[in-house]
């Protein structure tokens, strides 16, 4: 049975997209892990599956490189947002997503001649119930000091609605991640604070509004990039005064992306922003799991020229 699977990426967080009427097609499980193994073509950091939506112009699910499914994917979404308006010809669209229905729209391109979409990151909530994160019986963790995990970063936890743990480093804890590492694998094995486990990063305050995040994501790993987790860490950023303006530039180790964050009390309307691009298209046969054929685009080696000063300047971070 041959099927097309785009290979597509924002910010380096790469994914496979595969559009299908029919939701049980296959087992989603067992395609995402082989298809996302280093040694097929270089694996991925998920699935994103594009399925009709009778209250939206599609519905987009999302499967983690490890089998599990996510609510949402930020970076996912921006990819999603291009297939669906190209398709639809269309300069913007509705995606349903496991919990909200959300705004993507084509956007002015960051760097030059490079796709980029804007997505809705919604809905945010504080609750650590909403995660699910359990700590003492407290209601919420708002940069705070949690002893068990640090004795001195300070921790957020927000969920938008993904899980995110979000830690406020200076520069040496971004430069080694040994502490990151065994704080996030503790966090997504069996432990007693987060039962689902949870996305953790690590964010650095930079000047002018600008902040650089490495994420280990949940059910992946550390990762180029994780959409959801630069919102949430642009919204934390903001809400404690290490950034200031509306717009906060976020680098991360595969690019940068812009993080719109509007608050008006305790409502937040995030956007996140940033490129959508497709590296390669690949037919393969559903059932027996082969690849069969694949093209690449030349919309890699664009990205790669556009981003290489941002690389450079980050150069020192992005380990
Ligand atoms: N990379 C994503 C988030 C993907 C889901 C995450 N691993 C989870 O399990 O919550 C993003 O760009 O937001």
Redesign the pocket.
């Known amino acids: 049975m041959e099927r097309t699977l785009l290979k597509v990426h924002?910010s380096g967080?790469t994914f496979y997209l595969y559009q299908t009427n029919n939701e049980n097609e296959v087992d989603w499980t067992k395609l995402t892990t082989w298809l996302c193994q280093k040694e097929n073509n270089g694996g991925a950091?998920?699935l994103l599956l594009v399925l009709p939506s009778t209250i939206a112009d599609a519905k987009m699910r999302?499967i983690?490189a490890d089998g599990?499914e996510?609510?949402?994917?930020?970076?996912?979404?921006r990819c999603v947002a291009r297939f669906v308006c190209e398709q639809l010809e269309k300069e913007e669209a509705i995606i349903e997503t496991m919990k909200a229905n959300l705004k993507v729209r084509k956007e002015s391109p960051l760097l030059e001649d490079i796709p980029t979409y804007a997505v809705e990151i919604s809905p945010v909530s504080f609750a650590l119930s909403s995660l699910p994160m359990s700590y003492k019986g407290q209601e919420e963790i708002r940069h705070q000091i949690i002893q068990e995990f640090s004795t001195t970063i300070p921790f957020t936890a927000v969920s938008v609605p993904?899980?995110h743990l979000i830690g406020i480093v200076d520069q040496t804890y971004i430069e080694n991640n040994t502490h990151q590492k065994s704080l996030a694998e503790l966090l997504n094995g069996e432990n007693e604070y987060c039962v689902d486990?949870v996305?953790v990063s690590y964010v650095y305050p930079m000047k002018n509004d600008t902040i650089f995040v490495r994420?280990f994501?949940?059910?992946?790993g550390f990762?180029n990039?994780?959409?959801?987790?630069?919102t949430a860490s642009a919204l934390v950023s903001k809400l404690n005064g290490f950034v200031h303006n509306d717009v906060i530039t976020v680098f991360n180790p595969g690019g940068f992306v812009k993080c719109e964050v509007k608050t008006n009390g305790d409502r937040y309307e995030l956007t996140l922003i940033g490129n959508a691009t497709v590296t390669a298209e690949y037919t393969f046969d559903i059932h027996n799991l082969t690849f069969l054929n694949y093209n690449e685009t030349d919309e890699q080696k664009q990205y790669e020229k556009s981003i290489e000063l941002v690389k450079k300047e980050t150069a020192s971070f992005a380990n």
């Open positions: 924002g967080n950091d998920g999302v983690n599990s996510a609510s949402m994917c930020g970076n996912g979404l993904n899980p486990g996305n994420t994501e949940r059910g992946v990762t990039a994780c959409g959801t987790a630069m």
